[in-house]
């Protein structure tokens, strides 16, 4: 692109050159300067005009060697084009149509001067000279860093790094940041920082650069970062840079402030592990020393370590002072190498409860049970029956007391704010007194003599009740269900344990009780189902119409209904046989459709079959023949 502007403008300026004059004058233009990139391609322009007719024109490219010397490289005529042989751009270069010098594979040698020369014919001859510059960008800088913790109580300045870049002309430029900010260059030597730069021109004609850093570090160092950047032209008169990467000091500092804590929570019991941290902010870290102050004033050394201290399953007489010195000796007397740390350790004793581990109480008496202990701190009390609280106090008082009040009981302490610092003591109430036997609900109905009854009979005391059955003899299952005992037996019903019934008793050394169960047979009356006819008569239609599955009292009604009916047949047909009805058979009528006569009565009678004809009685009770309705 800068070749082709280059053309451009060397076009303009001689149109411009030949307006300005009338006489037959060749101009000849090439740019004073030409850039060109390490390993690329290249043309150097050249443009040539007259205010004549030009002839014959041979085009000569020259160029000017190390000696000063000038030799010809190639060349172009209107009959002919070549390149010269034995030359240093041989291979590599040749003449465009437009006069233009075209380089391939530009190398650092190929910075020189150009000369374009034309020969016109009558029109004369002339020259244009270009300068080419060859460019190439260096590699990127590398840093090698001070591996030796650099003391910061130096008085004079240390080497900090050397940057180094390869391979880059013109010759590039270093500069040095610490923490992203440019350095000044200082070159001079000091007592603070300076640097030292080398350029080297390699035989390939490149250049190679270093930089030598020198440095007085402080403790603010220590977190720092430097690197160097490479500085360096393009084509174009452009710069651009290349950066190293980034790297951090070894730093000798001696130590100016100590921390000493607890890593564990700050609420310690008795049972945990305790870690206490001790932390200077010297360089490299001193090693520390450990000393437990006791309350007599005297010290226990507990040994030189680096920094991180286990007391394991500590108890109360862990507890105390301890002192960390951090064991710095480049420290100025006036900086405080040692640190205090108060250890509380928090403590329950075992819980203490009275009465002892156990206690009788007769049926209906009080007791009052209460417990006792210590701790680093007031400690709380509740007592519990298995998972119920049954105070929130250290004493507890049962009166009245009840079988069901027996049990173990326990007493709860605990430490408050403390997490896990909880101890307890268990004590047994027995309540004494004669057996009882405890109501539950039975049945001793059976349906039939010789069936098998299963009778239970459950009491409660203390000493544990001896269950007995009458009649004797019978063979008893027991179980015991805390202070509960149970006796189940499995007897034949007879018309003896009918009248006199099944009796158990309950005793112990305080007394018995006893408790009969009373046996009855309960016979089942079976229940008649009417049967179903498909054919009834008016009456029995109207109850077969109620819903099946009825009650029994719409049954009840249907069947007194029927007797009713028959009730009343037999009455009239007493009636008719005394004569007492004002009708004889020699009265009736034939039944001529499908009615009968008025003093005749008719009944329907169910079979249970569902084609079974029904028959019609006459006057006097005898069935009629049967006629087609």
Known sequence: MEGRLDHLLCVLVFAA??????????????????????????????????????SNVIVEWFITERGGDRQRVAYRSSSDSGTDKNTELSGRVSVDQDSSLSLSAVEIGDERDFHCQITAGPAGSGEGNAHLRVYSAPQTPEVSPQTKIISVTDPSVSEVSTCTSK??????????????????EVTESNDNMYMVPRVVKESSGLYTITN?????????????????????????????????PKFSL??????????????????????????????ADGFPEPEYELTKIQPDGSIEDKGTFSGMFTLRSVTRNDGGKYRCEALDFDSPPEVKLKKDVTLLVHYLDPVTVSPSSSVSVPLGGSVDLGCTTTGSKTPSFMWKKGSQV??????????????????SYSCVASVPGISGLVKEAITNVTVTGKAQIVDLPYSGRVSKEGELLTLSCTAQGHPEPQISWTPTGLEAISSVTGNKVTSTVTLPVTPILVDS????????????????????????TPTVTPPVDTEVDPILKTANRQEQGGSGAAVIAVVVCVLLLLILVGFLYFLQKKGKLPCGRQGKEDIVNTEANADEIVVEMKSGKPNEEAGLLDSNGRQRPMRDQ
């Open 17 to 54: 050159a030949a307006l300005r004059g009338g006489q037959a004058v060749l101009q000849v233009s090439v740019p004073p300067e030409v850039d060109a990139e390490l390993g690329k391609s290249v043309s150097i322009p050249c443009i040539y005009s007259s205010s004549s007719k030009t």
């Open 167 to 184: 391979n880059g002309n013109p010759a590039p430029k270093i500069i040095w940041y610490k923490d992203s900010t440019p350095l000044p």
């Open 212 to 244: 030598t850093l020198y440095f007085k570090t402080s403790k603010e160092d220590k977190d720092s970062q430097f690197h160097c950047q490479v500085e360096y032209v393009v084509p174009g008169g452009r710069t651009e840079t290349k950066d190293s």
């Open 250 to 279: 070894s730093l000798h500092y001696y130590t100016e402030e100590v921390t000493f804590a607890l890593v564990t929570p700050k609420k310690v019991k008795e049972g945990d592990d305790v870690t206490l941290k001790c932390k």
């Open 390 to 407: 049954v105070s929130q106090s250290a004493s507890l008082v049962l009166k009245e007391v009840s079988f069901e009040a027996a049990g």
């Open 501 to 524: 019934g099944v009796i158990c008793e309950a005793s112990n050394e305080h007394g018995s009780s006893r408790k009969k169960f009373n046996v009855n047979i309960h016979k089942e």
